[in-house]
């Protein structure tokens, strides 16, 4: 909705006419099942100092807790036309961990369980004094003084949580009550100075240097300098704060002020932002940046690319973000909810399983394949001649590299080839021992054309066959490194996924943060089970799975 500045400036104008300060004073010297506290009666003493300076004041003493509540209604009736409000309050005070209570004259042994039955929470007196931010104070007076009290409360003032805009000033009763009724009504003064010449006064929330609690007398000279000095220093303290709320209490001060053209114009900018309240809800979270990557890990796990993850909100986060919201019928604002994190980690974590249970299926599909393929090429039980076993262990490599009996294979193909060095003809060895030096396409052939069936002939075919493939390969595996280059995966990091793979039954080798043959293997290994690109490097969506697989069930070779 776009305010009209002019509808707005005359709709403020009228109201200027009809603001007021108000003051609501009320002290309770004797209570009925408790010490009383001689100097709440001070306060009575602060009513004509402030009424002199304009105040309309509400005023009571020793009141039962239902006369507290009623003075705190009419104090709150025209609340929203208060320019400037003093609340004093001055007698017994308790409190809990969460909350404090001012006691009506006739609680008796309250508990944390019957409080808000014996007193007004000063959360409530403060949420009514946030109706006048930048003018509004409260005043807390007690003494030490003798209470029984239940379960859950002790006797004085705990922790508040001050609204914006609001000033809360505590210390002995008495001396609050000269501090209302003498200092208080100073005009050209600012609570801080005022407090600053009090140290047996303690003060907390808004307090500004340079804004006067009370403007000094208007048709001076000095008057008019400081009542613009104090403009100015307000809309200083306004810019600080940089909300809408705080805009508005300036215009609400100054209606026709000097600065009111651009508060207006903040006022429509903040409250024409598109999902504003979205974005303020998220950031009222506070997010951590593990918590981000958590978050775009688990946007990423149920199919919503985030472009990265880095614990950084950008575009391609918020893109996401959109996209998930849209798909689950939910409000499209990129920003999101503590339900909606929820949800998403729920998700997450179903997909998690449900791709657990996919791996650990096509794991068993693949490794009674690997069995049976093992079976017919590689068994001791296969009949056959020493050149027959030996096809059949190549073949078994050739489609299995990392399988089960991958090992196995190898082991016996290198003591096959050993063998058949020590039998083959010393031209034959001296033959092959220069083919496998040069290790080149060229030498092998040239291998094969001297000894066709040589004792290495099928060795030679196999590395032709190899070299054939490296200049694709080679493109590939470089691809796959520099990718992996990119992740810019620390020791600390390398270790655990090392770990993982470990964890997982797939053989890294020594878990050192060091990738080497073994780790690439067993990453081999993890990419095929898992129907990824199959590189034996990672990339960003190996590691995505690797990190949300849980360890059930995963076990193995």
């Known amino acids: 909705m776009m305010f009209k500045p002019l509808v707005l400036l005359a709709g403020l104008g009228a109201f200027a006419a009809h603001a007021e300060d108000r003051a609501l004073i009320l002290g309770n010297v004797s209570y009925d099942h408790a010490a009383a506290i001689p100097t709440a009666a001070d306060a009575a003493r602060a009513v004509a100092a402030l009424e002199g300076a304009g105040f309309t004041v509400v005023a009571g003493a020793d009141l039962p807790v239902a006369d507290l509540r009623a003075k705190l209604a009419e104090l709150l009736v025209g609340r929203e036309e208060t320019t400037r409000m003093v609340i004093l309050l001055a007698g017994h005070f308790v409190r809990s961990e969460r909350g404090t209570w001012f006691l009506g004259t006739d609680a008796d042994v309250p508990d944390l369980a019957t409080a808000d039955g014996a007193g007004v929470a000063l959360a409530t007196v403060l949420e009514i004094a946030s109706g006048a931010p930048g003018g509004a104070l409260v005043l807390l007076g007690s003494e030490e003084r003798r209470i029984s009290l239940g379960a859950g409360l002790a006797a004085g003032i705990g922790p508040l949580d001050i609204p914006q805009g609001v000033t809360v000033i505590r210390g002995d009763a008495a001396q609050i009550a000269v501090f209302a009724g003498r200092d208080l009504v100073q005009r050209g003064q600012s609570l801080s100075a005022l407090v600053a010449a009090r140290p047996d006064l303690i003060a907390d929330g808004f307090l500004s240097d340079l804004v006067p609690f009370l403007p000094a007398e208007a048709g001076t000279a000095s008057g008019a300098t400081l009542a613009a000095t104090a403009e100015s220093s307000f809309w200083e303290a306004t810019k600080s704060l940089n909300t809408p709320e705080a805009y508005e209490a300036y215009l609400k001060r100054y209606p026709g002020g000097l600065y009111s053209t651009e508060a207006l114009a903040e006022v429509t900018r903040a409250r024409s932002e598109p999902g504003r309240e979205a974005r303020l809800a998220e950031e009222a979270m506070a997010l951590g940046r593990d918590q981000r990557r958590e978050l775009q890990r688990a946007l990423t796990l149920v199919g919503f690319n985030t472009k990265g993850i880095d614990g950084i909100f950008g575009g391609g986060t918020r893109a996401a973000i959109v996209a998930w919201q849209q798909k689950n019928t939910l409000p499209a604002t990129s920003y999101l909810t503590r339900d909606q994190i929820v949800r998403i980690t729920a998700q997450a974590d179903r997909r998690a399983a449900e791709l657990e249970a996919e791996a650990a299926r096509r794991k068993a599909e693949q490794e009674a394949l690997d069995r049976a393929y093992w079976a017919e090429t590689g068994s001791e039980d296969l009949a056959g001649d020493a050149a027959s076993r030996e096809a059949g262990l190549r073949a078994y490599l050739k489609r299995y590299p990392d399988g089960l009996y991958s090992e196995v294979a190898a082991d016996r193909i290198k003591a096959i080839e050993e063998a058949q060095r020590q039998a083959a003809e010393a031209r034959d060895r001296a033959a092959w021992d220069q083919a496998e030096a040069a290790g080149t396409d060229a030498g092998y052939r040239a291998y094969l054309r001297s000894f066709p069936d040589g004792a290495f002939a099928a060795a030679a075919r196999d590395r032709i066959a190899a070299l054939s493939q490296t200049d694709a390969d080679a493109a ?82």
């Open 476 to 557: 590939l595996l470089q691809q796959a490194a520099a990718d992996e280059a990119a992740l810019g995966l620390n020791d600390i990091t390398r270790t655990m996924l090392e770990s993982r793979l470990d964890a997982l039954g797939l053989e890294p080798g020594r878990i050192d943060g060091q990738f080497d043959e073994d780790t690439r293997r067993a990453v081999r290994r993890y990419q095929t089970a898992r129907d990824l690109s199959v590189t034996g490097y990672l990339n960003e969506p190996t590691v995505v799975r690797l990190l949300a697989d849980t360890l059930r069930g995963l076990g193995g070779n």
